[in-house]
Every structure is written in structure tokens, then in C-alpha cells.
């Protein structure tokens, strides 16, 4: 006759051995920094997802700013005196009236616009009172033979009514060299206070971004300027980046500490 005998599992392991500490600690070691890890993932999602509202907002109240009335020549010039105010008016609209100063024109350099290289053409404009504002005028295209050829710009003489929004200075491309301030006509970063200097200007603290053709007298110049980029989408993708770590991080905590050692028991009973 056969027994069966039933094997006890409950008590198979508990006999405690000399070697058990060590892999004990490692184990709750592993546990603890996995938590960690898992923690630490999440927040940075959070934290991700919370500047991407937070651009939300800023593109909101921008957009919003769009629709308020063009400031006009004196209010600019009432912005020009508390600069600590020209950051809550970005992208309002200014409508003014003044001459090109043409011999301080300044091309940026390596400035892109649908797909092909070439300039920002940055113009200061003269107004009434003798004080100059810079203004974005528009993108020319670069003479790809001749790289140091000035693209064709034309200037009216006159007196022009601008219409423009009110933005950060042109942006900041890394270059080389020894920080010395650029001189001539072709530039990779503007320098407000040295291209003072060189025309003997009086630059407000402001930066205008023309948007249309009018009075202009047909300079050429293309004016599609892309809509500002604030991000958003590049933080939601961080986010889900870490929202997925932090997953990935907690089903191998799951399976390691959890699953596999509870197979491994029912497995050897």
C-alpha cells in the first residue's frame, strides 16, 4: 500500500541559515531603491505636466493680448519707461509712425524661413521725438555663392505708419569668438547697446515685430513668422516618458519582489 504524504511548505523555509542576512538586506536594499526610483519618475512626470499648464497659461493670456486694442506711439512710448511692465504686454499690437533709419539695418544671420537660409533684416525706426525702436522687419533670402552679399532691401525715405507686435529681442544663436561685439552689416546676435554705439541712436528697450506690408512700399521682405513656440507638447512628451519609466519601474518592483517569489514557493510545494 501507498502514503501519500503531503509536503508542508509553510515550514520548508523557515529554518534560518548562516548565509540569510546578507541576501536579505540586498533584497530590501533593491526594494527600497526601486520605491525610489518609482517615486522619483512620477514627481518628474508631475513636474513635467505642471510646466506644460503653466505655458498653457502663458499662451492663453498671449493670445488674449492679440485681441486688445494696438497700443499707439506715446502708450509705447509710456511701456518704454517701466520696462519691468514690457514682459505682460508681449504680443500686443502697436500701430506707430516714423522713419527707417536704412544705414543702421543689421542682418542676422543663419535665421531660416520655409525650408531655405537666410537673414532677419532688423531696421531701427525713428519716431517723432528723436528716439528709435528696432524693429523685425522681415526674412530675406542669402545669396548661397556669394555668402557675404547683402540681399536687395528697399527703405522708403519717408515717413511709414508700422504696423507690428510688441516681442522678446531677436533670438540668440551660439557663436564663436571671443565675445567681442559684431560689427557691420551682417551679424549672428544682436547687440542693442553696441549697435547704439555704432549709430549714435537712442534705442528704446523694446523689440517690434512687423506683420504686414503697408507703407512699406513693396522692400521684399517675407513677414510669415511662425507663431511662438511655448513647449507645450515637448513637456507633455517628457511627461509620458517618465509616467512610462515610473510604470516600467514599478511592474519589475511588482514582479521581482512580489510575483516571481510566489511562483517560486508554489512551484516547489
Not at 22 to 37: K, M, S
Not at 220 to 243: K, N, S, T, V
Amino acid at each position: 500500500m501507498t502514503i501519500f504524504m503531503a509536503k508542508d511548505c509553510s515550514t520548508a523555509s523557515s529554518a534560518p541559515t548562516a548565509r540569510e542576512p546578507a541576501p536579505r538586506r540586498r533584497r530590501i536594499a533593491a526594494i527600497v531603491a526601486a520605491l525610489l526610483l518609482v517615486a522619483l519618475t512620477a514627481r518628474l512626470g508631475l513636474w513635467q505636466l505642471d510646466r506644460a499648464a503653466t505655458k498653457q497659461a502663458l499662451q492663453t493670456r498671449q493670445a488674449l493680448r492679440e485681441r486688445l486694442p494696438a497700443l499707439s506711439g506715446p502708450e509705447l512710448l509710456q511701456l518704454a519707461a517701466q520696462p519691468e511692465r514690457i514682459g505682460a504686454q508681449l504680443q500686443r499690437r502697436v500701430v506707430l509712425r516714423g522713419r527707417w533709419v536704412a544705414d543702421a539695418t543689421v542682418f542676422l544671420d543663419n535665421r531660416p524661413m520655409g525650408g531655405r537660409v537666410g537673414f532677419h533684416v532688423v531696421t531701427p525706426l525713428r519716431l517723432d521725438d528723436g528716439r528709435a525702436v528696432l524693429v523685425q522687419r522681415g526674412w530675406a533670402p542669402r545669396d548661397a555663392l556669394q555668402r557675404e552679399r547683402l540681399p536687395p532691401v528697399r527703405t522708403p525715405d519717408g515717413p511709414v505708419t508700422l504696423s507690428a507686435r510688441l516681442v522678446d529681442g531677436p533670438s540668440r544663436l551660439y557663436a564663436l569668438g571671443d565675445g567681442a561685439p559684431e560689427r557691420g552689416p551682417i551679424r549672428q546676435n544682436l547687440d542693442s547697446a553696441a549697435l547704439a554705439r555704432d549709430s549714435g541712436l537712442s534705442l528704446l528697450p523694446l523689440t517690434l515685430l512687423q506683420v504686414d506690408d503697408a507703407g512699406n512700399g513693396g522692400d521684399g521682405l517675407r513677414r510669415d513668422w511662425p507663431a511662438p513656440d511655448f513647449g507645450i507638447e515637448r513637456h507633455r512628451g517628457y511627461a509620458l516618458q517618465w509616467f512610462a519609466l515610473s510604470t516600467l519601474a514599478a511592474g519589475l518592483l511588482l514582479w521581482f519582489a512580489l510575483l516571481r517569489p510566489w511562483l517560486r514557493r508554489r512551484k516547489a510545494c
